[in-house]
């Protein structure tokens, strides 16, 4: 027998849940304290001080631009969020009544079909298709929603940030500047999270030195499931069920019996608060005050109080991101495009870090299998 199908004594870990699968320098996740560092620079810091740019360039490059080095790097993010003409034909002959997580990962490999530097998989030439699908993807995603609606989509207009771009493109009016503070918020805080499922997934992929647009159309699927970024939309759904603040107790007491999964609670690494949480808790308060309408807020509030005690289990990213894009009027099963928008930025980045220093990821199944038999032909079985 081989030694992968050999029966030996391996200690399984399943989910592969604490192992180190690599050396990496772009972020610091620690589960104990509640911390979370982008190449060394706090989330409480960059959350209230920088813009998705500079948070973009930081994962990418290492280190935080100068007003110069940031006026560079802006200016392809505007000037590339145009789509190809056969990306948008694409999005425009396919069918709407699916997941837009769907569209947008089809849209992503369509949008690899035409570009001839595709299979280039150099460091230069992955950064170069990173900055180009940072760029695309906020625009694929306002261009979905539109044709969802049965409106036209609206083109990306030249020396605006993403986040005033993608409200515009999104909306169609001018963006408050309130609108585009809370996109940017956002955006920075899904940016990047260490080895999480859909980073992951985009290192196995191009560590066979595949292009990068098969990484990255890896991770927006691995993105999709509800128990990773696909939980922001499965909260929101949790959240109309319940329909009013009243409600909330006697559902939480209906799931602890049944032992449901409350989504937007858990995390494979925090032990305690998502450090990203109370950013998003409070936006949602805020938003909810301004529109005169804390339902949501409340809602959500009250649930955090009843389930984290009940299953020792705090709220994640995912759990304020649902009432506060629900504030924003953004539909609820667009939430997950909108965490894959930002997340290319920590995707290109480990994609980056990966191709510097490649081997192929490969772990080993504990087989658990038959031993070795006689094969049968099928007229005696
Ligand atoms: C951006 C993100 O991806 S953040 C995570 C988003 N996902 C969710 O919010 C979905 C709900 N949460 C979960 O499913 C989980 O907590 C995960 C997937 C996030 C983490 O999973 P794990 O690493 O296996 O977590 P952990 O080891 O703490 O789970 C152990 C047990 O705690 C319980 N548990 C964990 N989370 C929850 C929850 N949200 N509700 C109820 N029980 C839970 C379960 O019994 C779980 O065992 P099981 O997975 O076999 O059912
Ligand atoms: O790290 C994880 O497992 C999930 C997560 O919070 C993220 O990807 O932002």
Known sequence: ???????????????????????????????????????????DDLAEKSSYE??????????????????KFDDPLSKDAKLLPEVMAF?????????????????????????????DNSVDGAYSKAIRLIAKLPTMVAAIH?????????DPVADKSVAWNFVHMLKGDEPTGDEVKAADLILILHAEHGFNASTFSSRVTIATLTDFYSAITAAIGTLKGKLHGGANTAVLETLMDIGSVEAVEPYVEKGLAAKEKFMGFGHAVYQVEDPRAKHLKALSKRLGEEQGNTK???????????????????????????????????PKDLFTCIFAMSRIAGWSAHVLEQLSDNKIIRPKAHYVGAEERKYVSIGER
């Open 1 to 43: 027998m081989s030694a992968e199908a050999g029966k030996d004594q391996a200690v399984v870990a399943k989910g592969l849940k604490g192992i180190m699968a690599a050396d990496s320098s772009i972020c610091l996740v620690d589960g104990q304290q509640g911390k979370l560092l982008y190449r060394g620079y706090n989330i």
């Open 54 to 71: 500079e948070v973009a360039y930081l994962l990418m490059k290492g280190e935080l631009p100068d007003a110069v080095q940031l006026d």
């Open 91 to 119: 999005l425009k002959n396919s069918p709407l009544d699916v997941p837009p997580m769907s569209l947008l990962r089809s849209a992503t490999s369509v949008a690899g079909l035409y570009d001839p530097t595709a299979e």
């Open 146 to 154: 539109r044709l969802r609606e049965g409106k036209e989509p609206i």
């Open 296 to 330: 949501w807020y409340d809602m959500s509030v009250k649930m955090e109080e009843l389930v984290t005690p009940a299953i020792k289990k705090n709220c994640n990213v995912d759990f304020y991101s649902a009432s506060v894009q629900h504030y924003l009027g953004i």
